[in-house]
């Protein structure tokens, strides 16, 4: 399983961005996808996940409201939809790929086996 992120850029605090995580290789529906981000001098956090299969979403309570997470499962891509973006959003956005998905462990990087290169963010104030 390949991932390629895209999508992010620098916007002004209130901007939105669409970051895209195309999946090669095969997957299930099984499996979790989710978005992680690593601001400078902070620890990757979790951001969002969706399930292939069954669509189930989470959120990590910072982006509650304001990011929404989808799939299109026929083009094999991952979208987060991020909205009222706040300077405290600029990061390294992650896409990742978790196999053995539980609702218990979606949140933690640890779990996910496939990683993309990452897509920066920058918000401006």
């Known amino acids: 399983v390949q991932l390629q992120a895209s999508g992010g850029g620098l916007v002004q605090a209130g901007g939105s961005l669409r970051l895209s995580c195309a999946v090669s290789g095969r997957t299930f529906n099984s499996y979790a996808m989710g978005w992680f981000r690593r601001a400078p001098g902070k620890e990757r956090e979790f951001v969002a996940a969706?399930?292939?299969?069954?669509?189930?979403?989470y959120y990590a309570d910072s982006v509650e409201g304001r990011f929404t997470i989808s799939r299109d499962n026929a083009k094999n891509t991952v979208y987060v939809q991020m909205n009222s973006l706040k300077p405290e959003d600029t990061a390294v956005y992650y896409c990742?790929?978790?196999?053995?998905?539980?609702?218990?462990?979606?949140?933690?990087?640890?779990?996910?086996?496939?990683w993309g290169q990452g897509t920066q963010v920058t918000v401006s104030s």
């Open positions: 969706i399930t292939w299969g069954a669509g189930d979403i």
């Open positions: 990742a790929a978790d196999p053995t998905y539980s609702s218990r462990t979606v949140y933690y990087p640890r779990y996910y086996r496939y």
